[in-house]
């Protein structure tokens, strides 16, 4: 399973950004998928998880009325929409893929497979 996250960057305190995450090596349509972040000197922190069919989601409280992910089976990809953006909410920003089909969780160990994450920084 390869799980290539983008559109980190650097932006304001209050700018929107969205970083997508293109999977393969897996059936995609059956994997719910996270995204998760660290921030340097912390643990990786659940941000947000997708149902296989994107029918359910689950946000963390950091981010909750501010970040919606979404996922596109068509094109094997997750995205997460970032909006009013604080500094508290740089980090770099990983994709995960479920541990197994069918299933979405909020802990790490819900999620067999990540990518290499994409660093967000937001100036204040």
């Known amino acids: 399973v390869q799980l290539q996250a983008s559109g980190g960057g650097l932006v304001q305190a209050g700018d929107s950004l969205k970083l997508t995450c293109a999977a393969s090596?897996?059936?995609?349509?059956?994997?719910?998928m996270g995204w998760f972040r660290q921030s340097p000197g912390y643990d990786r922190v659940f941000i947000a998880s997708?149902?296989?069919?994107?029918?359910?989601?689950y946000y963390g409280d950091s981010v909750k009325g501010r970040f919606a992910i979404s996922r596109d089976n068509t094109k094997n990809t997750v995205a997460l929409q970032m909006n009013a953006l604080k500094p508290e909410d740089t980090a770099v920003y990983f994709c995960?893929?479920?541990?197994?089909?069918?299933?979405?969780?909020?802990?790490?160990?819900?999620?067999?497979?990540w990518g290499r994450g994409t660093l967000v920084t937001v100036s204040s």
């Open positions: 997708i149902s296989s069919t994107g029918g359910t989601e």
């Open positions: 090596g897996l059936i995609f349509s059956d994997y719910g």
């Open positions: 995960a893929a479920g541990a197994r089909p069918h299933w979405v969780g909020r802990g790490h160990l819900d999620f067999g497979s």
